[in-house]
């Protein structure tokens, strides 16, 4: 049934308006790349090739967008490009046999920004420096660039700026006697009990607290969000004393309160979402796919009641910062045994390209000058709250053993939430055996 207020309309229309701007998009970044992207880089027809790129299903530009620039590149290039999607679990494995096989299996890989030191020091990947202009350096925010450096050099270029951000439903926020969302982690356990009190929905906060990477992002966001982080900057743990104990005891009271919905141990980032735009949570943090999910009605049960905005953050630390996140940033790079190197770079600097990057504006662009630009502001009304929220965020250690670290991290923040151990004690643990492997490397 049609809602009275009209959103279920709305959406729809907007969503058809959706679909033919996109094809519009299409035709015009054609223009734009034929006339800009040929000269600037390099992008002139050659003979018939094939490049294979693997790519994470789930990550912020969905399927269809990274199909949509290869396919572009196919025109400008004569190139066939062959792109694997995989879920984020399986990405890693597959990457890592790719780069002992004697002939690549893919030319470019989308590196996440914790592998940066993995694959640097095992030289899967080719540093980039040679091809990374000053100018192109001058135009992608420190923070964002510095993710994929390693050992002095770049190992990729930037091309998801990917981070965690706050989503609400305002409807549930009105129905519970509040004016509007939490900016206080203080603030939003209030919000939470209220709804939980007046049965306006039974498990206010969702999240993927699974055990997998996702958990230790979400730890990061909330150990920054009381004012620490997980690890210092020679990548040593210190998670293990205030703020990284505090966001731990926070997880757990939510799950004792029964504010918490108990799944969140077993969800993932795709169960969360679903979750949340199925109408049966309030609160969530997730990543910025999110946000036009959430708004499409063919999908979604919360167009026009859920909304975007800063993640809170403790009130011991609000007079400090006003927010605080986890980076997810995701770079190209190009595999050390491609035998098609040159056009392995000819593809990624197209996709990182400004020109591509303004005209798919659901996810935030690397480069700061389109970031800032009147057209990405206008096309985006989100782009001052995901500027402030990204000047905000926290890291995970770069350190080349990290998949062993997080393994470590996963699994004794999830006993902690299963009630298995007290928080402090199985941080502890946690740092004791990290500690240990990082000695060993």
Request: one cysteine or more; proline letters at 5%; hydrophobic letters at 45%.
């Amino acid at each position: 049934m049609a809602r009275c207020d009209g959103r279920v309309l709305i959406g729809e229309s907007a969503m058809r308006i959706r679909k033919e701007v996109s094809k519009v998009r299409k035709v015009i970044l054609l223009a734009l790349c034929v006339l800009a992207l040929v000269a600037s880089c390099g992008l002139g027809a050659s003979a018939a090739e094939t490049l294979n790129v693997i790519y994470m299903a789930q990550a912020g530009y969905q399927p269809d967008d990274i199909r949509d620039m290869a396919d572009l590149f196919e025109f400008l290039t004569d190139t066939k490009v062959n792109i694997t999607f995989v879920k984020y679990d399986e990405q890693h494995e597959k990457i890592v046999a790719s780069a002992v096989a004697p002939v690549a299996t893919y030319d470019v890989i989308l590196l996440d920004l914790i592998w940066t030191a993995e694959f640097a020091s095992k030289k899967m990947v080719i540093p980039l420096d040679d091809k990374i202009t000053p100018e192109m350096r001058k135009d992608i925010a420190p923070a964002i660039m510095d993710a994929f450096v390693f050992d002095g050099k770049t190992w990729a270029m930037p091309f998801l700026a990917n981070f965690q951000l706050f989503f609400y439903n305002a409807d549930m926020i009105k129905k519970a006697g509040f004016s509007g969302p939490p900016k206080t982690l203080e603030e939003m356990v209030e919000q939470m009990r209220v709804m939980k009190a007046k049965n306006i929905v039974k498990y206010p906060w969702t999240d993927s607290w699974n055990q997998k990477e996702g958990l230790v992002c979400e730890y990061v966001w909330l150990t920054g969000a009381f004012g620490g982080d997980t690890f210092d900057a020679n990548g040593n743990p210190i998670f293990n004393e205030g703020p990284g104990v505090k966001a731990l005891e926070f997880m757990v009271s939510l799950l004792k309160e029964g504010l918490a919905n108990p799944k969140c141990l077993t969800n993932d980032e795709t169960a969360a979402k679903d979750d949340f735009i199925s109408g049966n949570a309030a609160f969530t943090t997730n990543w910025t796919f999110q946000y036009a999910l959430m708004n499409d009605p063919a999908v979604s049960k919360v167009v026009g009641a859920g909304q975007m905005g800063l993640i809170p953050v403790a009130k011991a630390v609000a007079d400090k910062t006003k927010t605080a996140s986890v980076s997810g940033f995701q770079g190209a790079a190009i595999m050390a045994n491609s035998r098609k190197k040159d056009l392995a770079w000819k593809y990624v600097r197209f996709i990182t390209s400004p020109l591509v990057q303004r005209s798919y504006l659901q996810e935030m662009p690397v480069w700061t000058s389109v970031q800032k630009s009147a057209y990405a502001n206008m096309m985006d009304k989100t782009m001052a709250i995901k500027s402030e929220e990204i000047a905000a965020v926290h890291h995970r250690p770069k350190v080349p053993p990290y998949p062993e670290v997080s393994s470590i991290l996963q699994r004794y923040i999830h006993e902690a939430l299963q009630m298995k151990m007290e928080p402090k004690a199985a941080l502890d643990k946690a740092a004791e055996e990290i500690k240990a492997v990082l000695a060993r490397k």
